[in-house]
């Protein structure tokens, strides 16, 4: 009988131990997490199918909070040739809706100073798990919705400060510079920055010092796509034979990233 005693006060003292254990470690995660910063960019590896690494990374619980910066993507084969910088990422996300249906709202979200690099033969990396038919960024919400048992992503605000694209091909390039992006009162996305087309064998220049989109559809995660209207003003071409200045269009812009279908309507 006392023997039996001595195994239950043994376990009960155990159990304590491995309770007290498992809080210590929350509140030394919660205070240090540059501690599983590896495991998190492993995990954001295996979710976007890139190399994820992070110089610097903080959160907070209430209002949940997560501070990163430092952050680069780059291909895990050699082949496929891209990288994307970001210095710096805040975002505030809240959660509603019962268990096993919550929608992820990001109550704030803002990237600054963020460049990107792709180079002939560029291909986006594969999501593990996907199957063909879907747009890589569908691809990764869908993970994260299946990580982190949510069903839904919805935006409050959004800011995308100073960013730039620039796409090798041969000897030509596009460059995108000066990039912002925000969320309106109406939660519709308002995209501007500038432009420049070189194609040196071909003697051509296509300079588009403002573009400007506005967008008519609600920002959707899971079914993204976009609709609205694209201006381009004081756009200038330079050719061998041929110079065209102060040019203006306006056209409506239709973007299926899930059919990787571009249309326009001028």
């Known amino acids: 009988m006392k023997s039996v005693k001595k195994i239950i006060l043994f376990l009960f003292l155990g159990l304590i131990l491995l309770l007290g254990f498992g809080v210590f470690s929350i509140f030394y995660f919660y205070g240090h997490p540059q501690t599983i910063k590896p495991a998190i960019e492993k995990v954001l590896s295996r979710t976007t199918g890139t190399l994820v690494t992070i110089n610097r990374l903080s959160w907070s619980v209430r209002p949940i909070r997560i501070i990163a910066s430092g952050i680069t993507l780059k291909p895990v084969k050699k082949s496929d040739i891209y990288r994307v910088d970001i210095s710096s990422l805040a975002i505030d996300i809240s959660f509603d809706g019962p268990f096993g249906k919550k929608t992820m709202i990001v109550e704030n ?27 890589f960024l569908s691809g990764v919400v869908r993970r994260l919705t299946d990580l982190f048992i949510f069903s839904d992503i919805r935006f409050r605000e959004l800011q995308i ?27 519709l996305i308002e995209v501007s920055c500038k432009a420049l087309v070189n194609s040196e064998n071909d003697g051509m220049s296509l300079l588009i010092p403002r573009i400007h989109l506005a967008t008519d559809n609600a920002l959707s995660i899971l079914k993204p796509e976009i609709r609205g209207v694209l201006t381009i003003e004081e756009a200038s071409f330079r050719g061998k034979k041929l110079d065209i200045g102060d040019i203006y269009v306006a056209a409506g812009l239709d973007y299926d990233f899930n059919k990787s279908r571009l249309s326009f309507e001028i």
């Open 109 to 135: 979200l803002q990237v600054r100073d963020f460049s990107v690099r792709l180079s002939e033969g560029w291909i986006a990396p594969g999501i593990l798990g996907d199957k063909g038919g879907s747009s």
């Open 161 to 187: 400060i100073n960013g730039d694209l620039v796409v090798f091909m041969g000897d030509s390039s596009v460059s995108l510079e000066m990039i912002q992006c925000s969320l309106n009162k109406d939660h």
